[in-house]
């Protein structure tokens, strides 16, 4: 099992900037990707930023160039720094990391493991 919680939201004005932390425990060996995803109400949960193991990092078109996502290995955290935030960035920002889950007789290689979630509001 993974234990994701999230940090760092809250509300600011359209340009500001904020930066959201996620702290991963439990077994964290075999996890192969962390990322970033996010949800309004009423619509599907979309990406933001995904970071695999190997470094590779891919962002959503309405992340690119505002938004860096990054890790600190040596505290099992990953970061999402937001910068130059719309209002349509308004959102509850939830962590994510894909890993093994083996659950009585059942083994999945490439469960999503989900935190809490984090509210971003952005409003002037």
């Known amino acids: 099992q993974v234990q994701l919680v999230e940090s760092g939201g809250g509300t600011v004005q359209p340009g500001e900037s904020l930066t959201l932390s996620c702290a991963a425990s439990g077994s964290l060996l075999n996890i192969k990707a962390m990322g970033w995803y996010r949800q309004t109400p009423g619509k599907e949960r979309e990406l933001v930023a995904t970071?695999?193991?190997?470094?590779?990092?891919n962002y959503a078109d309405s992340a690119k160039g505002r938004f860096t996502i990054s890790r600190d290995n040596a505290k099992n955290t990953i970061y999402l720094k937001m910068d130059n935030l719309k209002v349509d960035d308004t959102a509850v920002y939830y962590c994510s990391a894909i890993g093994p889950l083996r659950d009585g007789d059942s083994y999945y290689p490439d469960y999503t493991f989900w935190g809490q979630g984090t509210q971003v509001t952005v409003s002037s």
């Open positions: 970071l695999n193991t190997r470094g590779t990092i």
